[in-house]
């Protein structure tokens, strides 16, 4: 029974081209687009909104695009892993390190959509956030250590620099 479940998670997750929904993604909607980002208070009425009532048909009707989330490569890195799907668990490391972002101080990863913070402010788009980024240096770490590969060892040096300088050391940073 569990794996019948487990199949059709996977066939699902291919069919969707690994892209879904998030919780918090209802500022995506083209409805939305006209909220300032400035206006925390707005956008976080939204945000909780679609992470606590709006239902799957809902996102559908406000044309909420899926995206692309480092949080289900990862989890499905380590699904195919397990499962000894080398070629699907080799695929999910490049999609991770294809929506990653890069600047001068390193690699990182964000959400595909504006969330407000619990600090009064607004994440934008795309800005580095500790939860992706965890799920992808977890993703990273491991296949790093089974591979025993530099490439992968640099980036994943980067993205911990990354989230030691900009989060760690900037406490009042949004996360």
């Known amino acids: 029974m569990i794996n019948s479940r487990i199949n059709s998670l996977k066939n699902f997750l291919i069919k969707l081209d690994y892209k879904g929904h998030d919780p918090f993604d209802l500022p995506n909607s083209l409805f939305f687009k006209f909220i300032p980002f400035n206006w925390y208070y707005l956008q976080l009425l939204v945000s909780k909104f679609g992470s606590r009532i709006a239902p799957d048909w809902l996102r559908k009707l406000l044309l909420v695009p899926l995206i ?92 911990a620099n990354y989230l030691s300088l900009i ?9």
């Open 167 to 175: 989060h760690i050391s900037e406490p009042t940073r949004p996360y």
């Open 68 to 159: 692309e989330d480092p949080k289900t490569y990862s989890c499905s890195y380590f699904s195919y892993l397990l499962n000894g799907e080398d070629s699907n668990s080799n695929e999910m490391i490049k999609r991770l390190l294809s929506i990653s972002k890069k600047d001068e101080i390193g690699i990182y990863w964000g959400y595909d959509f504006n969330w407000p913070t619990l600090d009064g402010t607004t994440n934008k788009k795309g800005d580095s956030t500790i939860v992706p980024g965890s799920f992808a240096m977890l993703a990273l770490s491991v296949e790093s250590i089974l591979k025993n590969d530099e490439k992968l060892n640099l980036q994943l040096i980067s993205s």
